[in-house]
């Protein structure tokens, strides 16, 4: 415990108040799928006049300057300039409260019930005061997290305009070199895309596939119910950002990325199957021994014996291609940012870190049009971040020990088919056993085999080193 302590302490920011300065920005990226229509609101197209037809269709337009406010936190978290509190204000605040307020007078004009002409100004705008008042106390989801999310940035701006915070955020002890700035710069960067405008392409992509063919036909395209358009987009999507994160890479690390795609050793090939395939069966193999003693103490000649091959379903094909998905992924993660990760904090910290990358990649589509409650989004936050830790550390071996990216993209694939798939018959907290199982398996590789401290800094030996500013 007290070297788990050590370790936590190790990958906090020299300032813990920049925590909440984070938290802010995951509250604003959150915010922007969850629930923004109140109970009641009239559905589109169904709002009275020019202005109210406006305001039903304009929620679309208003959400992106929440986004864009996200993205601007992620931003002036590696580049805060000579002026870090004008920054937030005017790139991060202003925009979140414009939208925030876009959307607001949205549900009070559409959400107010029609007045009379026979009823007086001030008996109208005495009712409409009352309804406003009763609202806002019940205001979605997405209200309260972005408010939740500008309270935190406001508390940490407080204390920079004291002079008692700074950005950007950075660790205490990194232990770095001496080291190229615009090395380091150009992996900001990287970092920066992969965890904020990227999300853009998908929503081109997205709206390239389903929203011209929609305005075009009036109706949604036939294709999008097909099981391979569900595959294939995240492919896609993720083909695309291995393209734009090698574009926006150096010629170094371009083909640092290029040696890590090689024939790992058999052993290694052995693992990355044995590891997902070897979970997924003591899942289902544990399920059906559990059923089999219910009904051995409970069901004996009341309900139909359990059935050993019900609970080892094989996946479809077209499952197969999630490899292609998981490849793209593991070149940029594991290809590029372990290994610059490692040599700037370590190996154990470099991993973790990587985990935390990885996370915030899937922030924006984890929460896009998820509907979910206040409850349910810190569920979701929790297990998003604890399972790319888990697999960034199984994964992060995997590529240590092969010094090739392939071993971890076939882990990873077919993690992620047991997932999609579900293999076997589903039971409550099923994903929590699964995550819990990888995290065991994580600890045991690092514990009882552990990665020579020469073999991680072997292959950043060849890198230049980093400046000391996450």
């Not at 931003?75 to 005017?90: A, L, N, S, T």
């Not at 309260?144 to 406001?154: E, H, P, S, W």
């Not at 036939?222 to 993720?238: D, R």
Request: proline share 6%.
């Amino acid at each position: 415990m007290k070297r788990l302590g050590e370790f936590l302490r190790s990958v906090i920011p020299a300032d813990p108040f920049q925590l909440l300065f984070l938290g802010g920005i995951v509250c604003l990226i959150a915010a922007h799928g969850l629930r923004w229509q109140p109970a009641g609101l009239p559905p589109a197209g169904q709002s009275a006049g020019y202005l109210g037809l406006w305001l039903q269709y304009g929620a679309v337009f208003f959400i992106y300057f929440i986004i864009f406010a996200g993205m601007a936190g992620y931003f002036v978290c590696f580049w805060p300039g000579r002026h870090p509190v004008r920054r937030v204000i005017w790139l991060v605040c202003i925009p979140a409260l414009l939208g925030l307020g876009l959307m607001l007078a949205r549900v009070l004009y559409l959400g107010a019930a029609p007045s009379s002409v026979l009823e007086s100004a001030s008996s109208v705008f005495g009712h409409r005061l009352r309804w406003a008042e009763a609202t806002l106390w019940k205001l979605p989801e997405g209200f309260q997290f972005t408010l939740l999310g500008l309270v935190l940035i406001a508390i940490f701006t407080s204390r920079m305009i004291f002079g008692i915070a700074s950005l950007p955020v950075t660790l205490q002890n990194a232990g770095i070199l001496e080291e190229s700035s615009t090395a380091w710069r150009r992996l900001q960067i990287v970092i920066f895309v992969l965890i904020g405008p990227l999300f853009l392409v998908s929503a081109l992509l997205s709206f390239a596939s389903i929203g011209i063919p929609l305005m075009l036909y009036a109706r949604p395209p036939v294709y999008i119910q097909s099981i391979w358009f569900s595959t294939l987009a995240p492919v896609m999507e993720s083909a695309v950002a291995c393209t734009v994160v090698l574009w926006l890479m150096e010629q170094e690390n371009r083909r640092m990325v290029w040696e890590s795609i090689r024939r790992p050793d058999g052993i290694s090939a052995l693992l990355s199957l044995a590891f997902p395939v070897g979970t997924a069966v003591l899942i289902s193999t544990g399920h059906f021994v559990v059923d089999r003693q219910l009904w051995v103490a409970h069901g004996l000649g009341k309900i139909p014996e359990p059935e050993i091959g019900a609970y080892f379903d094989i996946p479809d094909l077209h499952f197969l291609l999630l490899f292609f998905g998981a490849f793209f992924e593991e070149i940029i993660f594991r290809g590029l940012l372990q290994k610059r990760f490692i040599q700037r904090y370590g190996m154990y910290r470099g991993i973790f870190f990587v985990g935390i990358v990885w996370a915030a990649f899937h922030f924006f589509s984890d929460f896009s049009f998820m509907r979910a409650t206040d409850l349910m989004v810190l569920e979701h936050l929790g297990t998003r971040l604890f399972m790319c830790e888990t697999l960034s550390f199984v994964l992060g071996w995997l590529t240590l020990r092969s010094k090739s990216v392939i071993p971890a993209a076939v882990a990873h694939a077919l993690y992620n088919v047991a997932v999609f798939s579900n293999f076997g018959p589903p039971f409550p907290g099923k994903d929590i056993v699964r995550l819990g199982l990888w995290a065991v398996l994580a600890y045991a590789l690092f514990h009882y085999w552990p990665m020579r401290a020469e073999d991680s800094h072997e292959q950043a030996s060849a890198l230049p080193s980093m400046e000391n500013a996450v």
